[in-house]
């Protein structure tokens, strides 16, 4: 009987132990499952959080935000109204002074930000004769209504930039590869000015710029330089980018919602027609104002919290 009962607890014990052994593998299992916070950058360093730390060489990050300016092609002025951002990181090279830009590490290099075009699709502005709040009244209806059309610039390929020739206000600062998406119910989800194939390239500098006739030429600013943590971080407020000597190509893929794409082509005229393109160089101009901020990764990495 004692014999009996010494089995009857050893099998309880060895019961016991197997359950313990397996909820400590569950809770193991369930440890290294769970996904670890992801730690982002905080302080002066907290735009940083999209810079392509993880790709080997990048060394320095950049955060840009265009707050005004504008873009000009063909007979179309589209102001910037709502804040644009351009955002990875760069591979510099202390021993040649290249440098090659790295695109953020989410792929939103550049913000997909759409612009209204003031006028819409046929470019109906309120008189001047009609003054405030008339004038906006009116223009809100237009733009908001069935010919309302806005405009957002994506690129298309990497960006290039040179820190050095913007802070010495001479040659290409930042060029940028791009296409203009123009959207609105009639012309449909694949109306483009500009593509992989045939990109709308704006070289921006900080210097004069020497665009063919009939353009004249302009000039952008470096702005003021602000150091901080330690000269690890560069603050440039007040900075404007110009360039007004690119060249757009016409649209293309406008209405191809509209019968299956039948008359795409009738209707890129029509747009092109109305809108000046395609539009030769000394006929187009980009401007961006607003903050650049550049970081050391060493130093985003250790403000990450």
Do not use: W
């Not at 110009?242 to 794409?261: D, H, K, M």
């Amino acid at each position: 009987m004692s014999k009996m009962g010494i089995i009857h607890v050893r099998g309880g014990a060895g019961r016991m132990a197997s359950l313990v052994v397996g909820l400590a593998a569950c809770v193991a299992m369930f440890t290294f499952a769970a996904p670890a916070l992801a730690l982002k950058p905080t302080g002066d360093f907290v735009n940083f959080g999209d810079c392509p730390q993880s790709v080997p060489g990048v060394n320095l990050c950049v955060y840009a935000l265009s707050s005004s300016g504008l873009f000009a092609i063909g007979s179309t002025l589209v102001p910037l109204t709502k804040p644009t951002t351009l955002q990875g990181g760069i591979i510099a090279n202390e021993e040649t002074g290249a440098e090659t830009f790295v695109e953020a590490a989410d792929g939103n290099t550049l913000s997909k930000t759409p612009q209204t075009v003031p006028g819409g699709l046929l470019k109906i502005v309120a008189p001047e004769f009609f003054g405030e709040p008339l004038s906006k009244i009116f223009n809100e209806f237009i733009n908001k209504g069935i010919t309302g059309v806005t405009a957002t610039t994506e690129l298309v390929a990497t960006p290039s930039i040179s820190r050095t020739k913007l802070l010495e206000a001479s040659g290409t600062a930042l060029t940028l590869p791009t296409r203009v998406h123009l959207e609105n119910s009639f012309l449909g989800p694949k109306c483009y000015i500009g593509s992989k194939a045939k990109p709308v390239t704006v070289e921006f500098t900080t210097g004069t710029t020497s665009p063919p006739a009939p353009n004249k030429p302009i000039t952008g600013s470096v702005g003021e330089l602000e150091f901080k943590d330690e000269f690890t971080l560069i603050i440039i407020k007040k900075n404007s980018l110009v360039n007004n000597s690119f060249a757009a190509p016409g649209a293309e893929g406008c209405g191809s919602q509209i019968l299956f794409g039948l008359f795409t082509g009738l209707i890129d005229s029509a747009v092109n027609s109305q809108l000046g393109l395609p539009s030769a160089a000394g006929h187009n101009t980009a401007i961006l104002n607003g903050t650049l901020e550049n970081a050391t990764t060493e130093a985003v990495k250790a403000s990450e919290k």
